[in-house]
């Protein structure tokens, strides 16, 4: 039976962004696999903006080549809520480059669709809100086969560490 911690959440969240530092520690902790669904909720009711789009590009391709799928959204967010900088194609062109992503791809792509698989991953992530009954994010879920337990939501925002024991005990 496989087991995976799936993130439901919105670069455009401020209370994702909150989350990063005890997220992060659960990943330093846990060997378990991670599954970033971005939720759109940020979005207008069909689409993603654009940006979103090429930030899920990027995270993918970082996640693929470095396992640091966590590491980019944080450095995303930083920027918006540490450096008040409005996070644009300029912007991730720019840091493409800190990943080993090229910046001139990067930029081409913000004209391009959203690739279908983006548009499956937010169908999903919005999915599981509805079946689970959720209203915001972030969300930290942690799936065992077919089963899904939803990691209570202040743990996200406490010390790391009952995080880490709750993920164990549950995994």
């Known amino acids: 039976m496989s087991t995976e911690l799936i993130l439901l959440f919105d670069p455009s969240c401020g209370w994702c962004y909150g989350a990063h530092p005890a997220l992060a520690a659960l990943r330093d902790a846990s ?9 759109g909720l940020f979005a207008g009711a069909a689409d993603v903006p654009a940006a979103d789009a090429d930030f899920w590009r990027s995270d993918m ?15 995303v967010q930083a920027l918006r809520y540490v ?27 913000f004209a391009a669709r959203w690739p279908e698989a ?13 079946q689970l009954n959720l209203r915001g994010v972030p969300v930290l879920l942690l799936r065992r086969g077919d089963d899904v337990v939803i ?14 024991e709750f993920v164990a005990t549950h995994a």
């Open 118 to 130: 983006l548009h499956h991953d937010v169908a999903q992530a919005r999915m599981l809100m509805r």
């Open 31 to 39: 060997p378990l696999p991670w599954r970033l669904l971005p939720t």
């Open 151 to 164: 990691v209570p939501n202040a743990l996200l925002f406490q010390n790391p560490v009952a995080l880490i």
């Open 61 to 75: 391709r970082i996640r693929e080549r470095t396992g640091q799928a966590l590491d980019v959204l944080q450095r």
């Open 83 to 109: 450096d008040g900088v409005l996070v644009d194609a300029p912007q991730l062109a720019a840091l493409a480059g800190d990943f080993g992503l090229d910046a001139t791809a990067l930029q081409a792509g």
